[in-house]
């Protein structure tokens, strides 16, 4: 069985529209997303649009909930205070600008999915099992994959959150990190998203990268008053501490 794992789409339509053709293209079993489909991004009400209409299953993150609890901050790392300011901005500005249909679908996502697939346990979640903000880096120590790998115990754990796109392999678990599908990294600014080969007794990952109309997104996010940078600054591992803010 092969299946393509998605996530931080971050309401960029093109870059979504192209991964969902890529993996018709590549003829995937099925398709699910591991969260922060909106925020960041000029096209949230499309997204969610996009995603409801798919049926994709799908997972909340960070920015979702904080969008449709119409949060005050997401709990994103920031490298800079500037830059919190301006992801904040966006946040305040996707809120304003969804459908109540499409905050109220945001707010329903469960926040965890485990599936069975082709015999094995399936773990799909945000940042962590037990926090949506949480950053499980490529530079975490084994130890503690090893002990979600424990305390949860399933056989692939796909996730999101870091933009970051790698697979371990701790004991007998596999952690994917799918990359982003809205938001590039080092000059590249391809949607990029994870395969998994599910397999008797093998697990194999491959990731994709793909292109888009890059030069739309940079045009809409003008349009709409946002800066191009949010799409192209990743989450930094040694960043500023977010504003800590109340719940509303």
């Known amino acids: ?49 996009e995603l409801r209409r798919l049926g994709v299953p799908t997972v909340q993150g960070n920015w979702d909930e904080a969008v449709g609890m119409d949060r005050e901050q997401t709990g994103a790392a920031w490298a800079t205070g500037d830059s919190e300011i301006e992801g904040n901005a966006s946040m305040r500005w996707s809120a304003e600008t969804l459908s109540e249909e499409n905050k109220a679908w945001l707010r329903q996502l469960p926040q965890t999915l485990r599936l069975t697939l082709a015999g094995r346990s399936v773990f799909l979640f945000h940042g962590s099992p037990l926090k949506e903000t949480e950053y499980l880096w490529a530079s975490r120590p084994s130890r503690v994959l ?7 115990a399933d056989d692939l754990f796909c996730f999101g959150h870091t933009h970051e796109a790698f697979h371990r392999v701790v004991g007998q678990a596999h952690f994917v990190a799918c990359g982003s599908v809205g938001c590039g990294t080092d000059g590249d600014a391809r949607a990029r998203y994870a395969v998994v080969y599910i397999g008797e007794p093998d697990i194999a990952v491959g990731f994709r990268s793909v292109d888009y109309d890059h030069v739309s997104v940079v045009r809409d996010m003008a349009k709409v008053g946002r800066s191009i940078e949010l799409l192209r600054e990743s989450p930094a591992a040694h960043s500023r501490i977010p504003t800590e803010v109340a719940p509303a």
Do not use: F, K, W
Request: hydrophobic content about 50%.
């Open 1 to 49: 069985m092969r299946i393509a794992v998605m996530g931080d789409i971050h309401a960029n339509l093109p870059a979504l529209r192209a991964v969902i053709d890529d993996v018709a293209r590549i003829g995937a079993d099925a398709l699910y997303c591991v969260g922060d489909v909106v925020g960041r991004g000029p096209h949230p009400n499309e997204v969610v649009d």
């Open 146 to 152: 090893a002990r979600i790998a424990s305390d949860e």
